[in-house]
């Protein structure tokens, strides 16, 4: 099987007897990170908090490296095994069947998002963003535990905005449910968060950062601007 993304191909197959999934850039690659970090880099800019990019080329390629995944497995966050890395191309273990946002479309996700929040608070308790916090980066395995893969934006900061980009690239990734759905999944999602974080933070950026990025992200555009103008638990849960 294969998986078109932005930046990589995607190929599910089997070595030696196991499931593996490789994840290969595509040739254009470093043009589309570009355009991601200026993207990324403009929207700061109108927003007022200018905020240096995550890394992109080899050094996010290092990010997929055993170094992260040994840094996140130690602040009880589960990523794939890695079997093989190069400049071009990682070899990971394939992890269950679904990543979180195909899972929440069939099946209820509350307790999940919940731990999706306690897992993006914990990387932000030492100072560290996933930049690409998209429900698509969630894996559900076989006993229901999350997994993170892409780990390729991960970087060190503490900024409100790249912290406000973390929630609010999830919840724009979700924001193309049907309302009620949307509204239970980001209040879990809050609460776990705000259970997790250790000190005074502030993600006031994140609705809006929110609105901004569900436009790039998902399909159904009429349901993303009508959620869009509903109400939001984020008032009460982090403010
Ligand atoms: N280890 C894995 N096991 C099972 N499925 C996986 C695994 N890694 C990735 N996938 C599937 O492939 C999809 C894309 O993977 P990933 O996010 O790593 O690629 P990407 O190139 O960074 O994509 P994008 O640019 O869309 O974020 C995931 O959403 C998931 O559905
Ligand atoms: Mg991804």
Redesign the pocket.
């Known amino acids: 099987m294969v998986?078109d993304?932005?930046?990589?191909r995607?190929k599910i197959e089997k070595l030696n007897g196991i499931t593996v999934?490789r994840?290969k850039n595509k040739k254009l690659r470093l043009i589309r990170d570009i355009i991601l970090v200026f993207s990324y880099l403009l929207i700061s800019i109108v927003l007022i908090h200018p905020s240096p990019p995550p890394k992109i080329g080899i050094q996010s390629q290092k990010n997929e490296g055993f170094y992260t995944r040994k840094f996140l497995k130690k602040n009880s966050i589960i990523t794939?095994n890695l079997l093989n890395i190069s400049d071009f191309e990682i070899t990971?273990?394939?992890?269950?069947k679904e990543?979180f946002y195909e899972y929440a479309s069939k099946n209820d996700g509350e307790e999940l998002a919940y731990i999706i929040g306690q897992v993006t608070g914990r990387l932000h308790n030492v100072g560290f963003v996933f930049t690409?916090n998209?429900s698509?980066?969630y894996?559900v395995d076989r006993d229901n535990r999350i997994v993170r893969?892409?780990l390729?934006f991960i970087q060190k900061n503490r900024s409100v905005y790249a912290r406000s980009i973390d929630i609010g690239s999830f919840l724009a990734s979700i924001l193309n449910f049907e309302y009620s759905k949307y509204s239970r999944l980001e209040k879990s999602f809050l609460v776990g968060y705000k259970n997790t974080i250790n000190y005074q933070n502030s993600v006031y950026l994140s609705i809006i950062l929110r609105n901004i990025l569900s436009i790039g992200l998902g399909d159904k555009k009429m349901r993303i601007i009508k959620n869009m103008l509903k109400k939001t638990n984020f008032n009460q849960i982090l403010v």
């Open positions: 998986i993304s932005w930046q990589r995607i999934v994840k794939p990971e273990e394939f992890v269950g990543n690409d998209k698509q980066n894996l893969t892409d390729v």
